[in-house]
């Protein structure tokens, strides 16, 4: 079950100060604001990132309205809880 994000690795400080430093760094170019890939080779991150901009309108596009329908009414007891 998914919880709230995990942000004890979060990339801008914490300190005011220190985070309108690394805004002025940014807009004057002096730092890139570029999100890190880590060790992932840079043509898969972008094929992944390719196919899951693709993916949830091309799912939406295969549904039937009664599968959205079905889709929805579980969203929302999963949300609101099972008091309908």
Request: glycine share 14%.
């Amino acid at each position: 079950m998914r919880g709230m994000p995990d942000r004890t690795r979060e990339k801008r400080p914490a300190d005011v100060n220190q985070r309108a430093k690394m805004i002025v760094g940014i807009a004057t170019g002096e730092i890139g604001d570029e999100e890190d890939i880590g060790d992932k080779h840079p043509e898969a991150v972008a094929l992944g990132r390719l196919g899951g901009k693709k993916g949830g309108r091309a799912r939406a596009l295969s549904l039937t309205p009664e599968q959205r329908r079905e889709i929805a009414k579980k969203a929302a007891m999963a949300r609101w809880g099972k008091n309908s």
